[in-house]
């Protein structure tokens, strides 16, 4: 599972990186920048959501 996990934070990575080069930055908020922005901030959630299951992870099998 933590190889699954590390997989989706490295997509997640990616994800932001593509939606980052789509960006025009002189005008983020129109047109499809918004869809750029929205899987900027979709990919830092999956990132941080594997984090909490891995962190999670770890204190389970502590208290086992």
Known sequence: MKIFSIVVIILAFALIVFNATQINYDAPLEGNNTVALIGIVSGFCA??????????????????
């Open 47 to 64: 990132i941080v959501l594997m984090l909490i299951f891995l962190v999670s992870k770890k204190i389970e099998e502590k208290t086992k």
